[in-house]
């Protein structure tokens, strides 16, 4: 069997202040929640073909109710069209981001972290003219 989607659970802090991250910086936009309009402890986003779920650190099983520091390993890689482009857009809402760089393994990429520290990789192909 071969999945044919990965959607990542990240436990966050703060709902709406992870929300306000993803959807100012990526562009996401929320597709489903779960609690109180004003205060949900969960929230599907989507954006295109992508997902990324957010969990009210706490809430639920009495594993998240411990403050972890392992998501700290974790490097979510986001791929979009155009990196260099998505970078500017970022500096210019103030967001605290890493230089545009090409890799070796054919991307060009920057990295940020979210409000609750998750790394998150930015990549693009490299043009080549």
């Not at 071969?2 to 709406?16: E, G, K, S, Y």
């Not at 500017?88 to 920057?110: A, K, N, S, T």
Request: with cysteine; aromatic share 8%; glycine share 8%.
């Amino acid at each position: 069997m071969n999945p044919i989607q990965v959607t990542p659970l990240m436990n966050v802090a703060d709902i709406r202040r992870s929300c306000r991250f993803y959807t100012e910086a990526f562009g996401f936009e929320v597709a489903a929640s779960a609690g109180p309009e004003e205060d949900p402890v969960w929230v599907r986003l989507s954006l295109g073909e992508a997902s990324l779920m957010l969990n009210q650190r706490g809430e639920g099983r009495e594993r998240r109710l411990a403050e972890r520091a392992d998501h700290k390993d974790v490097v979510l890689y986001i791929g979009v069209k155009d990196a260099a482009k998505l970078h500017g857009h970022l500096v210019r809402l103030g967001f605290e981001i890493g230089e545009l760089e090409p890799q070796d393994y054919g991307l060009l990429q920057f990295a940020l972290y979210d409000p609750d520290g998750y790394e998150l990789a930015v990549t693009s192909p490299l043009h080549t003219a």
